[in-house]
Nanobody, 123 residues
């Protein structure tokens, strides 16, 4: 099992930068592919970014590509989502997740989740 704790987030103006982090404990972090998702109340959880067991493979949703950067540190058991040029439509609760299936963008293919952290972008 893996326990994930999201942190960071907050409220910023459009155009600003913010990062959210995720700390893992339990089973070896390097066993898992990792992902970031976000969810707005009343809507489905949306894929934001995903990375393989190392940083060799990473992909982003079209809505964040070029603005968001994902990284992981297997030794520190952490992952970070750096968000630049934020837009009001980026407002959501952001969740980190780990799973075993490479390249998955589906929430139900991830096994463990953080508790989520709120990001609010005002215009």
């Amino acid at each position: 099992q893996v326990q994930l704790v999201d942190s960071g987030g907050g409220q910023v103006q459009a155009g600003a930068s913010l990062s959210v982090s995720c700390a893992a404990s339990g089973a070896p972090f390097s066993w898992y592919v990792v992902g970031w998702f976000r969810q707005v109340s009343g809507k489905e959880r949306e894929f934001v970014a995903g990375m393989g067991r190392s940083e060799n493979f990473v992909e982003y949703s079209d809505s964040v590509k070029g603005r968001f950067t994902m990284s992981r540190d297997n030794a520190k058991r952490t992952m970070i989502l750096q968000m630049n040029s934020l837009k009001p439509e980026d407002t959501a609760v952001y969740y980190c997740a780990v799973g075993r299936r490479d390249g998955s963008r589906k929430p139900d293919e991830y096994d463990y989740w953080g508790q989520g952290t709120q990001v609010t972008v005002s215009s």
